[in-house]
């Protein structure tokens, strides 16, 4: 919550689309120090600094959305709640837990990627 502040100060100076680049990139190649922490201090740290960068994510695709003509409810609902919902379902299913490798590199993947597309 803190880092979207400086992130919405980002947003505004240089646009949501570039910040989504930024920060997906940083925040995917920071996701792959989850595959190679040794300890739970090492893992936080990690999911510290995948939170601090990831932060401009949200943020920049309500500005996205918010500039869209007609009706944004659905979108912003879409948005607040597809994440939490998808890493639910997954997470009760037992494949976060025994597939987390592969959760994860395709987590980054999955950055890079909208990374490239913004």
Known sequence: MVASVPWGMLIDRIGPNKVITLSATASGIALLGVLVANNVVQLCAVYLI????????????????????????????????????????ISTSGLVLSNWREFYVLLTLGLLATAISS
């Open 50 to 89: 995948e939170g601090l960068l990831a932060a401009g994510l949200f943020p920049s695709s309500v500005k996205i959305v918010s500039s869209l003509n007609g009706p944004m409810t659905p979108y912003l609902a879409v948005l607040e709640s597809a994440a939490p919902v998808v890493l639910l379902v």
